[in-house]
């Protein structure tokens, strides 16, 4: 089974978790985050009694930058060391260029404070995938799906030997239980293929989830269900906030209040933090009204 290390992404506990799994004398790492939480990164290994050195493979769910902004640096310390991602993944880390343009447009001048470097991998460690692959890896085999919603790069992995479904931001975010945060930020946000995504991981029938924001579900089914209605309840408020008056910041003003709320009715004062910090509630309005108005587009250019 695997390990989790809290990356205390800007000093706050469980934001990223980066799943550390064991396979012959190293190990595995899904999600390494970004390189600004590199050093907790290292010492989550030391505590395992492991370092960079031992590391087997990199598997990323997608390619965003808490997710797998340190890939590239770590292909610089462990030389040859393979990372899978989706194939549309793979010229963004090779070439990083227009990705951390679009990053920056949304973070501006705290890119650096939040994400630290972003390097290329090298074309050489690079493994794209498509979805229906299974890779193994010293014995160990992961089966690999392509779960888009969340992402137009997204996969997710599936660890045939325990169970584990490894869904990076498919599954949402679940900082404390009870409460599942959709993550829909811009611009891919597609929620028939997000409905599609959930049905696949359900096909596994996995005996736990693992989410990057934040670690092992043990109870996938419930989880599932409980994910399917926080993000049917919050893709229906954002599209009821576009036919408001006002222009979008008053919306968002009003939606950041209104997410700020809800999520301290369901848990205590420093996982609402922790929430807010894996998923700008800003963010989660902005992916959202991309996708109303790019189908209400698409219906209007239809008729």
């Known amino acids: 089974m695997s390990s989790t290390i809290d990356l205390h992404f800007q000093g706050h506990a469980r934001v990223i ?21 590199l050093p907790a990164l290292e010492g989550g290994l030391a505590a395992l009694n492991h370092g960079l050195a031992d590391l087997r493979a990199v598997l990323l769910t997608h390619i965003h930058l808490d997710h797998a902004g340190a890939a590239g640096t770590i292909t610089r310390r462990v030389p040859g060391v393979p990372v899978y991602v989706h194939e549309i993944g793979t010229r963004h880390l090779a070439s990083p260029e227009k990705l951390l343009a679009s990053a920056t447009r949304l973070y501006g001048d705290a890119m650096d404070r939040l994400w630290g470097e ?117 893709a229906e408020r954002v599209e009821t906030s576009l036919a408001e008056p006002g222009d979008d910041e008053a919306r968002i003003t009003a939606w950041e209040a209104w997410v700020r709320a809800d999520v301290r009715t369901r848990m205590a004062e420093d996982a609402a933090v922790a929430a807010e910090a894996a998923a700008p509630f800003r963010q989660l309005w902005l992916g959202l009204a991309r996708y109303w108005r790019k189908r209400a587009t698409a219906t209007s250019a239809a008729t």
């Open 17 to 37: 978790a980066t799943a550390v799994i064991p396979v012959g004398g190293g190990v595995v790492l899904v999600d390494p985050g970004p390189s600004s939480c």
């Open 118 to 234: 972003f390097l290329a991998v090298p074309g050489t460690s690079l493994r794209p995938l498509a979805g229906g692959e299974s890779i193994t890896l010293d014995g160990r085999r992961f089966d690999v799906a392509y779960t888009p919603g969340h992402a137009v790069h997204h996969v997710s992995y599936f660890d045939v030997a325990d169970g584990t479904a490894y869904v990076g931001d498919t599954a949402g975010i679940r900082v404390s239980p009870g409460y599942v945060l959709p993550a829909t930020p811009p611009p891919d946000i597609d929620l028939e293929r997000w409905a599609e995504s959930l049905a696949v991981i359900e096909r596994w029938q996995p005996r736990r989830l693992y989410l990057t924001h934040f670690g092992p579900v043990d109870a996938p089914a419930a989880h599932l269900a409980l994910y399917r209605s926080a993000l049917a309840r919050f």
